[in-house]
């Protein structure tokens, strides 16, 4: 079945530094969604990404698209204390169920 | 003006009992999800209905039972708890294949 594997599983960085998370798929994707989740609380939508290589932007947050539709990747540019929480990629195959990563947590030092 | 509720937030039972838990969304979305969320923070789904209809039903163990009385009401109600049903469950909803608003979690822990 459809598996969506995600690196690194922890990251630890300190506050300024970048930090990137991968995501990769088994299968071509006919999406890719991102999502936060601080300590605590419940999954928060980010972004969904739909067209092969594409790229879209949110203040310090960069998500791309593979063109082959089968990976992604999302990047925090001088990470703050606000950044910390688990980032989840999940990808859907076409009519098919949407397929959480394990996620990446993400802790910042100040 | 909460957009995914979903009630219980905490719910402690013995094993052997049956709950249930309460979502509701006011979002006017057409597509409704029971995440189980184990220690691990590993996010899986068990059940998506659409338009009421029930359209994903994964491995789960038929003790899980959902329910959708309309398209903002999705219910799930667990018979014979065990100790391995502990774990947080979280109601999400959207519009088709959309990004997912997810409700705040019902923690459930069985004793």
């Known amino acids: 079945g459809q598996q969506v594997m995600q690196i690194p599983q922890y990251q630890h960085v300190q506050e300024g530094e970048d930090f990137t998370t991968y995501c990769n798929s088994s299968?071509?994707?006919?999406?890719i969604q991102w999502y936060k989740q601080r300590p605590g609380g419940h999954p928060v939508f980010l972004i969904q990404?739909?067209?092969?290589?594409e790229v879209k932007k949110q203040k310090r947050l960069t998500f791309q698209f593979g063109e082959a539709k089968k990976n992604s990747s999302l990047h925090i540019t001088a990470t703050q204390t606000t950044d910390v929480g688990t980032y989840f990629c999940a990808g859907r195959e076409y009519g098919n169920k949407l397929v959480f990563g394990a996620g990446t947590i993400l802790r910042v030092k100040s | 003006d909460t957009a995914v509720s979903q009630t219980p937030k905490y719910l402690v039972t013995q094993m052997g009992n049956d709950k249930s838990i309460k979502c509701e969304q006011n979002l006017g979305h057409d597509t409704m999800y029971w995440y189980k969320q184990d220690s691990k923070k590993f996010l899986k789904i068990m059940f998506s209905?659409?338009?009421?209809?029930?359209?994903i039903n994964e491995t789960v163990p038929n003790r899980f039972s959902p329910k959708s009385p309309d398209k903002a009401h999705l219910n799930l109600h667990i018979n014979s708890l065990e100790l391995g049903d502990s774990a947080v469950y979280f109601c999400a909803s959207s519009l088709s294949d959309r990004g997912a608003f997810f409700g705040q979690g019902t923690r459930l822990t069985v004793v």
């Open positions: 209905y659409n338009n009421k209809e029930l359209i």
């Open positions: 990404l739909v067209k092969s290589g």
């Open positions: 299968t071509t994707l006919s999406n």
